[in-house]
């Protein structure tokens, strides 16, 4: 398989929008509803969730968050957490040191600045600690359903490249170019379902082109497949 098919660089960008509005559609039907896959209660637990999520598997965070968030109920418990005993009890995610950090920062700054309420703004989110456009959208459209963009993380970056979608590897640029091809209305199921297809049959190390329902959309399947 290639990662990028000679094919989807010769098309032009109104063909590439209505491949793009055909892959949605084949997604939309293989996965009606395609929900954020972290288990979460509030708008506070999402971002908690999201933050965990990096290098880490979204079952292993649903496995840690229901104790943690028995413990901490609000923005200010965990901004009055000790860092030690977060640490500890995030310490299966990976990365612990700096999840606890940026956490205790982020609910600070929820509290300092918003009362402890998540705000519901692309700017206002990626302005607190340890959160990034792609945790942002993840917030917005999960917990808030406000439609601000695209959730771009490894399985979409890698979904719109091998779809011939995006010829970019910056997260940022590939949301850009599928947010230009995709309709707004789409966007938020879009990256949900992309996340899904990537975990479930378009893996990485062994894609199960054979029974991919895009499998006729993807130039790589066709290139390679």
Not at 40 to 57: D, E, G
Request: aromatic share 4%; with cysteine.
């Amino acid at each position: 398989m290639t990662s990028l098919a000679p094919r989807a660089r010769r098309e032009t960008e109104a063909q590439r929008r209505l491949r793009g509005g055909r892959i949605e559609e084949a997604l939309r039907k293989e996965y009606p509803s395609a929900p954020v896959a972290l288990q979460f209660a509030n708008p506070l637990q999402l971002l908690v969730a999201v933050i965990l999520s990096a290098q880490c598997t979204d079952v292993r965070v649903n496995m840690v968050t229901p104790e943690l968030f028995r413990r901490y109920k609000t923005a200010a418990d965990f901004a009055g957490a000790d860092r030690n005993e977060l640490e500890q009890e995030i310490h299966s995610t990976g990365f612990f040191r700096n999840k606890a950090k940026n956490i205790i920062a982020c609910c600070t700054l929820l509290v300092e600045r918003y009362q402890g309420k998540v705000p519901s703004t692309m700017e206002e989110l990626i302005d607190l600690p340890g959160v990034g456009r792609k945790t942002a959208n993840c917030v917005l459209s999960g917990a808030f359903s406000i439609t601000a963009g695209i959730v771009v993380d490894t399985h979409v970056s890698r979904l719109a490249r091998l779809l011939g979608l995006t010829d970019e590897n910056d997260a940022g640029k590939i949301e850009s170019d599928l947010c230009r091809i995709l309709e707004r209305k789409d966007w938020i199921h879009f990256g949900n379902a992309a996340i899904l297809h990537g975990r479930r049959v378009c893996v990485a190390r062994r894609p199960k082109c054979e029974v991919c329902v895009l499998q006729k959309l993807c130039p790589s399947a066709k290139a390679g497949g």
